[in-house]
């Protein structure tokens, strides 16, 4: 058995869509490259399961520094300059939104990547 050939095993053995016969268990128990390379892909199912359940906190006053800044800016005129900030706004949580599911996608595709 080579190392080259276990990527695709290992990840598979993680996520549960695959089985380690007896003579990849002996490959894996006696090479260190499989074993961090093992380690590293629970290391990122955990961690992707955690992003899945705990929510990320946002900062405490931000509620209230949006709010500061609204009441400072005084009454929105109909397209004006303050509804191009609330337009930026939603585009920056959008992009951030996005940001968070293409490095969700991206750390599968490595895995099909190097599984390949």
Excluded: N
């Excluded at 290992?10 to 074993?35: F, N, Y």
């Excluded at 290391?43 to 800044?69: F, I, K, S």
Aim: aromatic residues 2%.
């Amino acid at each position: 058995m080579r190392c080259e050939e276990m990527p695709e095993v290992l990840a598979g053995a993680v996520d549960g869509t695959a089985v380690l016969d007896a003579r990849m268990s002996r490959h894996v128990e006696s090479c260190l490259r499989c074993q961090a390379e093992l380690a590293q892909y629970r290391r990122l199912l955990r961690t992707l399961r955690q992003l899945r359940t705990e929510p990320v906190p946002a900062p405490a006053d931000l509620l209230a520094l949006v709010r500061a800044r609204l009441d400072a800016e005084g009454e929105p005129e109909r397209g004006g300059p303050w509804a191009k900030r609330v337009a930026y706004a939603g585009a920056l949580a959008a992009t951030a939104g996005a940001a968070g599911a293409i490095a969700l996608v991206a750390t599968r595709s490595r895995r099909v990547r190097l599984a390949s």
